[in-house]
């Protein structure tokens, strides 16, 4: 993997959790834990949407929806978990 390749995938994952963090209000966890949040989100979207059925397209565009998809999921988890 090259410089360049994880230089997106930081920036997607970045993306992702601040959007993420605007949609599930109340969940900001500044740069790094964006960053966090995006890239864990991806591989939780990347195991649930295809098992759904649900594809997504190629591209930086694709990706950021993809994994901003899971963050949004996981933050709803850590939502319900710490309710309980």
Do not use: C, D, Q
Not at 5 to 27: E, N, T
């Amino acid at each position: 993997m090259g410089i360049e390749s994880i230089i997106v995938f930081l920036i997607v994952g970045a993306v992702a959790g601040w959007l993420a963090g605007l949609i599930v209000s109340g969940y900001g966890f500044g740069l790094i834990g964006n960053i966090v949040v995006g890239i864990i989100g991806a591989f939780i979207a990347g195991y649930l949407l295809p098992a759904l059925g649900i594809g997504v397209g190629g591209g930086v565009v694709w990706s950021i929806i993809h994994a901003t998809i899971g963050a949004v999921i996981l933050l709803m988890l850590i939502r319900i978990v710490k309710r309980a």
